[in-house]
Every structure is written in structure tokens, then in C-alpha cells.
């Protein structure tokens, strides 16, 4: 991209990001809900100033070069500010998803072991009541009112340290440099370990797949994506939604937002992204500021893609992004390649097209195992075309999790001096060179006749009308499980339509070799989904509550 220089390793995070507060001091950094439908605004000047006071006021309080410490703040110039003084200082940030169960919370924090603990004063009450990082946690740093705890508040260090200029760490690109957990979709969330330069190969690689140029209007409703669009060179609007439930945030003021302030660029899960498309479709609503709309979290189906468009400006680019915690991004598609015949070919149950791999990326698909695989060998491979485990080794790759060696060794693979990653993920690679997306290996259905992957099975049955989303389970021990479809249903779609639409979903799966085992559809409420996205469905739940009701 032109006029933005590219993120150095070297520098890290706080160089990239006081290279652009200097070429741009004036420039708006964050827009941010201040309450009653009002917005303040803050230029990259002032941020600037703000991590300045923030690193001062950090490094009085105790924290040095290394330590690890929670930041449990809410999308805002504080967050952004403390996250980049931490990285200033050398300062190792957890971050923690503030939706997940409240005892996952505890688990992670005990994995983590951070000495330091930021966070505003509800964060600190969970902290002291529920024991959060109790065995490790020295330097409790509240951002707002202390309640009943001990520590300085961040306020009060910033009025000590006054003007005093805070140290700089002199970081190598190899130090660890943030943990982030993943979204415990499919088990406990796990603490990922980033270096220095994998943190700034993300931007990079972001900065290539997406035009973000110099002063894109952007909103983000993904908070780590927050984070990075001041140092991406972005004005940053932070919505005013909950970031624990992002698919019920109100798209009426999402599209106000959108409008109002002039959005070009928007990052949001595609729950959300589904929900607004859908609000605005059946209101004639053209969101004509729009001019990129990335999707990540999980595959963008191609009907909600179809609705997105309808509601965007006719050259506006929409991406599916596709990757993990442990490597982003990995490979992206735009709509319009989506809805071609690659939607034909996921319709008929042959997986979720995700593009291809940036350049940077290796991606190379294995033959399935559950087993740790310690060093690669080309033996590995699948046959070319077939399904299997997919696999990325490139710049962005973290190589192992934080406190974790048991789930390191399940996935990652060492390749000479590389880390190959296994995402999890089952899939193929076609003649184009595209990725495909067939499910999680963890949620394949293994039955008597073989492997039933999710991708091969929901997309057909969301063609159905009434079917707003799927879920295959298994039901019962593995290798002689039986395939049970879960549905929910589209809004006003009561008992008697539900019978019609059981019906034509098992009529329809029975034209498909591969997915006529499936004779029994149950519908379900609402699927349970993870917090991050609220968007990847919690199928190992769902295999609980459907093993309670089939005949």
C-alpha cells in the first residue's frame, strides 16, 4: 500500500504506531460512544500523548519489561492507550475475551500467571471475589473507582509520575511479546504465545489482503481488530455495542453509526454482519459509505454474503477471512468469487470455499490423526484434492501455547526450523489452489461407514427455506455414531411448517451420497455459540442435548 510504512519487526508496535501519530497528529485515532447518542473523538496526537502518561504511570506502579500482565478494559482509548504503553514498556498484555464463563476466566489466568492485573472496577471485584490470578497477581492497577481492594488507580499514577519521561524497552523480535486466548469454542480456551514479529507479521499480512489506506473511516465490532487500527493507520470508530454479545448488537444503530460517520471499512462477525444485512434488506437501507467489509470468525455463507451485498454499493469489496488465534490471517475470498460457482459446489455438500492463502502462508493438507505429530515428513500429505487436516506455517504462526506442552505437542509439528501449525480444521485444496473448509476435526461425525463432516451436510440444508442455520452432531460413542441434524429455524416458522421443513431438508440430503445417513432433523431454539464471535456453534453441547432426544 502507498503512503503508509510497512510494520517493522524491529520497531514493534509502539515505533509503528508513533511513526504515524508524527506523520498524522491530527488525524481522529478513535471515535468513542460517550453516552446519550454522543461520541468524543481522539486524534492520533492525543492517543499518543495518552500512552506517553499511560507508560509513565505504568512503569511507577512497578510493571517492567517482561511482565506479564491481564488487561481487562473495555473497547476505548484506554484500552487502546494501556495496550500500547504495555507494548512500549516491553510489558507482556493477556488478553482475555471479558464473556467467558467466569470460572474459564479463573482457569486462564492461573495458566497464564500474569503479575499484574489492569482492569476497571467490575473486572477487579470478579478479581478479588472470585480469586482470579490470586497465587500470581502482585500489581492490582485499577482504571476508574477502587472499591474494596488494594493498589493504585491508574488516575492517581498518572498525577504521581507527572511529566517524567517512562522508560523504552529495547525489545528483540523474539521475545514474547502478547497472549491471547482462543475462543474455548471447542474446549477450554488455550493461551496462545506471540513473539514480537509475529504480532507485526498480523499487520502486515492485514495490510496486503485488505486495501486499508491511510485514513479509512473503519468500525471494528471485534475488539483485539480495535486494538490494531490506530497502528494499522486507521480513524477508528468504536461502536456502542456490548462486546461480550456482538450478534445482538442493535443493527438500526450500528447502520446510524455507519452513516453518520461517514464508515468506508467495517470488520464484524458474520452473525453480525447477517443481522444487519438483514435489517437493512427489508428496509431498502443502502449502507453507500461501505467500500470494504471483511468477515472472520467463521466461513461467511454464501446466502448472508448474497444479503450483504444488497445492501452495499455495487463496487464495494466484501472478504471472508479465514484463520485462527494461532494465524491470522491465513487465506481470504471476496463475495463475488463466493457466490460464483464455488457457491454451487458448497451447496451440494463439497465444503466452504475460504479462498487462497496469502502468499506468505504455506498451507498443505494432512491425512486425519488425533495423534501428536512431533516432526514433519512429506509422508504426511494427504492425495491431492482429498480431505484432511489443513496445516500453515508462515510468518504469522505462534509456535506454541502459553502453559500448555501437552496441547503444543497436538499441534504443532516441527518442519527444519519452522513450526508447522495444525489448525484443527478439516478441508482440501482444489486445482486453483483455493481452500476449502470442511468442518472441525473435533466435531466430524464418525460413523460406522466413515467420517461425516459438517461442511458436507449443513450448507445443503440451508438452502432449504425456514432453515435459518444447521449443525450436524453425532450421537452416540465414536466409529458407530449415529448423524443427527440439528436446525434453527427462521423467525415465524411455527410447529406445523417445522414437519414441511424437516421434511424437504431429508428429501434434499437424500439426493447426496455422502449425506443421506442423515433421517432425523430436531429443531433447537437457539444454537449455542462462542463469545468471541457468537457466531461458531457449540455442536459438542448440541450432541448432549440432541443425544437426550432422538428416537
Not at 437501507?285 to 467463521?298: E, F, I, P, W
Not at 494427504?382 to 496441547?407: L, M
Not at 489452489?433 to 461442511?455: M, N
Request: net charge positive; proline share 8%.
Amino acid at each position: 500500500m502507498t503512503g503508509l510504512p510497512q510494520p517493522d519487526a524491529a520497531g514493534g508496535l509502539p515505533a509503528q504506531f508513533e511513526r504515524l501519530a508524527a506523520e498524522r497528529p491530527d488525524a481522529v485515532a478513535l471515535r468513542y460512544p460517550v453516552g446519550g447518542g454522543r461520541y468524543a473523538a481522539l486524534s492520533y496526537a492525543e492517543l499518543a500523548a495518552r500512552c506517553e502518561r499511560y507508560a509513565g504511570a505504568l512503569a511507577r506502579a512497578g510493571l517492567r519489561q517482561g511482565m506479564r500482565t491481564c488487561l481487562l478494559v473495555p473497547p476505548g482509548p484506554d484500552l487502546t492507550a494501556l495496550f500500547l504503553a504495555l507494548a512500549r514498556l516491553g510489558v507482556v498484555p493477556v488478553l482475555i475475551d471479558p464473556g467467558i464463563a467466569r470460572s474459564a476466566v479463573r482457569a486462564c489466568l492461573d495458566e497464564a500467571a500474569p503479575e499484574a492485573f489492569i482492569g476497571v472496577s467490575r473486572a477487579h471485584a470478579a478479581r478479588v471475589v472470585l480469586g482470579w490470578g490470586r497465587r500470581t497477581v502482585r500489581v492490582p492497577v485499577t482504571v476508574g473507582r477502587r472499591w474494596f481492594w488494594r493498589g493504585p488507580t491508574l488516575a492517581g499514577l498518572c498525577a504521581a509520575a507527572g511529566d517524567a519521561a517512562p522508560p523504552r524497552a529495547v525489545a528483540s523480535p523474539d521475545d514474547l511479546a502478547g497472549i491471547a486466548f482462543t475462543s474455548g469454542s471447542t474446549g477450554v480456551p488455550k493461551a496462545v504465545a506471540y513473539r514480537g514479529r509475529q504480532l507485526t507479521a498480523q499487520l502486515r499480512l492485514a495490510r496486503e489482503a485488505f486495501p486499508l489506506e491511510p485514513g479509512t473511516v473503519g468500525m471494528s465490532t471485534f475488539p483485539p481488530f480495535a486494538l490494531a487500527g490506530p497502528v494499522l493507520g486507521l480513524s477508528l470508530v468504536v461502536p456502542g455495542l456490548d462486546p461480550v454479545r456482538p450478534a445482538a448488537a442493535d443493527p438500526a444503530a450500528l447502520a446510524a453509526e455507519i452513516t453518520r460517520f461517514g464508515v468506508t471499512g467495517m470488520f464484524g462477525s458474520p452473525s453480525l454482519l447477517d443481522n444487519l444485512a438483514r435489517y437493512c434488506t427489508g428496509r431498502g437501507l443502502v449502507l453507500d459509505t461501505l467500500r470494504v467489509v471483511t468477515s472472520a470468525g467463521v466461513s461467511l455463507a454464501p446466502a448472508t454474503a448474497e444479503r450483504l451485498r444488497g445492501c452495499l454499493p455495487e463496487d464495494a469489496l466484501l472478504y471472508s477471512a479465514y484463520g485462527a488465534t494461532e494465524c491470522l490471517p491465513l487465506s481470504v475470498i471476496e463475495s463475488r468469487e463466493l457466490l460464483g460457482e464455488a457457491r454451487r459446489a458448497t451447496e451440494r455438500g463439497e465444503g466452504s470455499c475460504v479462498g487462497r492463502p496469502l502468499a506468505a502462508n504455506t498451507v498443505r493438507v494432512i491425512a486425519v490423526s488425533d495423534a501428536p505429530i512431533p516432526v514433519w515428513s512429506d509422508e504426511l500429505l494427504a492425495a491431492p484434492g482429498a480431505v484432511g487436516e489443513i496445516t500453515v506455517t508462515g510468518p504469522s504462526v505462534s509456535e506454541w501455547y502459553f502453559g500448555r506442552p501437552y496441547e503444543t505437542a497436538l499441534a504443532k509439528i516441527r518442519d527444519g526450523e519452522r513450526i508447522v501449525h495444525r489448525t484443527g480444521d478439516l478441508g482440501r485444496v482444489d486445482e486453483q489452489g483455493r481452500l476449502w473448509f470442511h468442518g472441525r476435526k473435533s466435531q466430524r461425525v464418525r460413523t460406522a461407514a466413515g467420517d461425516l463432516c459438517t461442511e458436507q451436510v449443513e450448507p445443503i440444508a440451508d438452502t432449504v427455506a425456514g432453515v435459518r442455520r444447521s449443525a450436524l452432531v453425532g450421537v452416540g460413542a465414536p466409529g458407530a455414531q449415529r448423524p443427527v441434524l440439528c436446525v434453527e429455524a427462521e423467525r415465524g416458522v411455527g410447529r406445523s411448517a417445522r414437519r414441511r421443513v424437516a421434511a424437504e431438508v431429508l428429501a434434499l440430503l437424500a439426493g447426496y451420497p455422502h449425506a443421506r445417513a442423515v433421517r432425523q432433523v430436531l429443531f433447537h431454539p437457539g444454537f449455542p455459540v462462542d463469545i468471541r464471535h457468537n457466531a461458531k456453534i457449540g455442536r459438542e453441547r448440541l450432541a448432549r442435548w440432541a443425544a437426550g432426544r432422538v428416537r
